[in-house]
Every structure is written in structure tokens, then in C-alpha cells.
């Protein structure tokens, strides 16, 4: 069996799932509401206050989506319960953010400002100049549209400047060394 598989999801209070035919599964929370069709073949039950899903058949198809169906399931409760957020900085000299309405403007040392507009369900939050919030209760368009942002101006390998996750790591070069 799947370890992720066969874990219960548990549904937490103010959170209503429902499931109609062809496994479309819709889960109201405090944040809104996500919706999303998932694999016909699996099995999916709401039991009392937790979400079960079982496979019907032992073959490798099954067994991969087995995992994945629950993790997606479980994805949208944490969604519409707590949301989720991915933080990106912007580094070097001249580099900077700014927002008006839905518009992210980027300064990234091109000839021209980057204009980006927030996606249905996304917001971006700035904090100071070089810090960008993206928000949203669907992981994977919060994940794209982060990605998308940071996409505009990689980070480079010997100043480290450009567009990176809070949490990313930047493996540094050493640069050229002068002739003697």
C-alpha cells in the first residue's frame, strides 16, 4: 500500500467537502472555494470528519495515483483552511518591486520595467522594495506564478543577484583571478 495513500485526510471544522460524480471534489473553507477533478478510477469517501482513498487495483498506474489523488485532496483542505504563500527577494544594485493594483512592476536592470499582473486567486504583498509575497489557496498557482516572477531574472552564480525563494540556496562561483 501507499504510506501517503492510505492516510486519512482529516477535514477540519467550517470546512464542507463534497464529492459528485467522476470524483469531483469540492472543498468550501473559511478562504473560498477549490474544486478540481480527480482520476475516475480511485475511490474517494468521506467518512464522518476524514477523507479516505482507495485503490481497486494493485497496478502500477493505480499505485502512483493512488498517492497523488490523496495529496491533492489534502492540498486543497490545507488551501481553503490556511492558504499558502511563497516569499521571493530581489538582489543587486538598482533591482526593485513596485505594486499598483494588480500590476507588479519589476526593475530587474533591463531597458524596460517588467509589468506583471496578478493571476485569478493569486495576490502579491511587496515588503519594502525587494521582497515579494506571493499569496493564494490553490498551491499549484501560487508555486506557477511565484516561479513565473522569479523566471524574469534568475539568480547568477557569481554576485548572486537576481529574482530567489526566501529559502533557496544560491551555490556561488569564484570569480576570474588576475594573470601575474
Not at 486519512?8 to 468550501?28: C, F, L, M, Q
Not at 472555494?33 to 493505480?62: A, D, Q, W
Not at 494588480?102 to 502579491?124: A, N, Q, W
Request: proline share 5%.
Amino acid at each position: 500500500m501507499s504510506r501517503i495513500g492510505r492516510m486519512p485526510i482529516a477535514v477540519p471544522a467550517g470546512v464542507t467537502v463534497d464529492i459528485a460524480e467522476n470524483n469531483k471534489v469540492s472543498v468550501k473553507g473559511p478562504k473560498g472555494t477549490l474544486s478540481r477533478v480527480l482520476p475516475t478510477e480511485m475511490i474517494i469517501k468521506l467518512e464522518g470528519s476524514e477523507i479516505i482513498v482507495t485503490r481497486p487495483s494493485e497496478l502500477k498506474k493505480m499505485k502512483s495515483l493512488h498517492g497523488l489523488t490523496r495529496t491533492l485532496i489534502a492540498n486543497m483542505v490545507t488551501g481553503v483552511t490556511a492558504g499558502y504563500e511563497k516569499v521571493l527577494e530581489i538582489n543587486g544594485v538598482g533591482y526593485r518591486a513596485a505594486k499598483a493594483g494588480k500590476e507588479l512592476t519589476l526593475t530587474l536592470g533591463y531597458s524596460h520595467p517588467v509589468v506583471m499582473t496578478d493571476p485569478e486567486g493569486v495576490e502579491t504583498v511587496l515588503e519594502g522594495q525587494n521582497k515579494i509575497t506571493v499569496k493564494g489557496i490553490d498551491k499549484e498557482k501560487v508555486g506557477q506564478y511565484a516561479a513565473e516572477i522569479r523566471d524574469k531574472k534568475r539568480p547568477e552564480p557569481y554576485k548572486g543577484k537576481g529574482i530567489k525563494y526566501a529559502d533557496e540556496v544560491i551555490r556561488r562561483k569564484v570569480g576570474k583571478t588576475g594573470k601575474k
